[in-house]
């Protein structure tokens, strides 16, 4: 018969059988537990009985137990006997790190103090009083110098001090004089006319901060810069940020951001460094010709202007031998011999000469697109610096 039919007709224990081994095994540890308890009974008897081995054993441990010794805040160890185990080692660390400051307290009442001539007393945080003063009295010094006085309102001397009545002489001139300035016609008007200009002068000179002006020299002056793309930044130049922040550039501002073709095609405009912008690049008028912007104009302010010419037009009639050339177009005799002629036909002796300064004489004036000009160093006011 195979195990498992044995397991199968094995029959499990009944419920009093259980309880039964249950008890068994209590009883079995209720022994267990006699027996530790009577070992570490006698085991102590032994230890304290003089008569036992091992009656030293406590004597000895207190003997060779080494004990702290502090000094300040060194700690070593020794034994009872004097004997050092352990020199000492100083355990202080490093300073720590200051706390916070903690929050002022309430101011105390002021202390009740006593004079007594030129001595002080001050009362106790018991209510109570010190038996002596404090003399603040101290040594009696050198005699000093004798001085003397002038009572000359005019006197010169520096050596000489004025006296009380010298004095009040000089301020009642000084107020005599300030009445009869406000006496003088039209003394007020001038100090308002003065202060207006100085006004005045303040307004221009915030007004030509950023903007490009023309120079006498090629020299730069300070608080300024040449119009060459350059960086400047608002932590030197703070009354050109304060230009900036009050809207002083607009519509003469690209994008921080903005790609090559765009920063070509507006030289002379300002571009911030960033969006949150630190400075401006200022622009690139170096070999440009200045337009004159006015509101409403077909261009935008600041805007690069391509170079350009005017149209050529011309025309010519064939069915009149060439002689109804126009515009840009003459006819010409071959005899003339100009490299410039072509023959248009074979049949009549009549060429076929271009030449632009027909329609328009700017043509052939300069051998480069040129107005007339000449060139002025130009420079930008930046303001007052940090």
């Known amino acids: 018969m195979s195990q498992t039919q044995e397991d199968q ?15 068994e095994s209590i009883k079995v540890l209720q022994v267990a537990q006699q027996t530790v308890v009577e070992g570490a009974k006698l085991l102590n008897e032994h ?3 003089p008569d036992a081995h091992s009656a030293g054993v406590l004597e000895n441990i207190t003997k060779e137990m080494p004990l702290p010794v502090w000094d300040g805040t060194s700690l ?3 034994k009872v006997d004097g004997t050092m185990v352990a020199e000492a080692t100083d355990l202080k660390g490093e300073p720590g790190q200051d706390g916070k400051k903690g929050v002022p307290g309430p101011a105390g009442p002021r202390p009740e103090h006593q004079w007594d001539g030129t001595s002080l007393k001050i009362q106790n945080a018991d209510g109570s009083w010190p038996e002596n003063g404090v003399e603040l009295k101290g040594e009696k010094g050198d005699p000093g110098k004798t001085v003397n006085l002038s009572d000359a309102v005019d006197n010169e001397s520096s050596t000489m001090a004025a006296s009380s009545k010298a004095v009040k002489a000089a301020y009642e001139l000084a107020d005599t004089a300030k009445t009869n300035a406000d006496k003088v016609p039209g003394i007020s008007t001038q100090v308002t006319a ?4 100085a006004n005045d002068h303040e307004i221009l000179r915030k007004l030509s901060i950023g903007a490009p002006k023309l120079h006498r020299s090629t020299t730069l002056p300070p608080n300024h810069a040449w119009p060459d793309g350059s960086l400047v930044l608002f932590a030197d130049w703070p009354e050109l940020k304060a230009v900036y922040d009050a809207g002083g550039f607009a519509g003469m501002l ?7 073709a765009t920063q070509a095609a507006n030289l002379g405009k300002f571009r911030p460094n960033a969006a949150n912008p630190t400075g401006l690049y200022l622009p690139l008028h170096g070999g440009q010709f200045f337009r004159n912007w006015a509101l409403g104009g077909v261009e935008n302010a600041g805007a690069w202007n391509a170079p350009g010419l005017p149209e050529l037009e011309g025309g010519v009639d064939t069915d009149t031998r060439l002689a109804g050339a126009a515009g840009v177009f003459r006819s010409t005799p ?3 011999d100009h490299p410039q002629i072509t023959t248009v036909s074979t049949d009549y002796d009549d060429g076929l000469m271009f030449r632009a300064s027909w329609l328009n004489p700017i043509y052939g004036a ?3 697109v040129m107005p007339p000009s ?3 160093p130009v420079i930008i006011y930046l303001g007052r610096p940090k």
């Open 194 to 197: 003065l202060e207006e200009i």
């Open 47 to 49: 230890m304290s009985s």
């Open 9 to 23: 007709n094995t029959t499990p224990p009944t419920s009093e059988q259980v309880i039964e081994k249950v008890n």
């Open 254 to 260: 690209m994008e921080y951001n903005a790609n090559a």
């Open 366 to 368: 300069s051998p480069t």
């Open 374 to 376: 000449i060139n002025i």
């Open 334 to 336: 071959l005899q003339n």
């Open 76 to 78: 070593g160890w020794k």
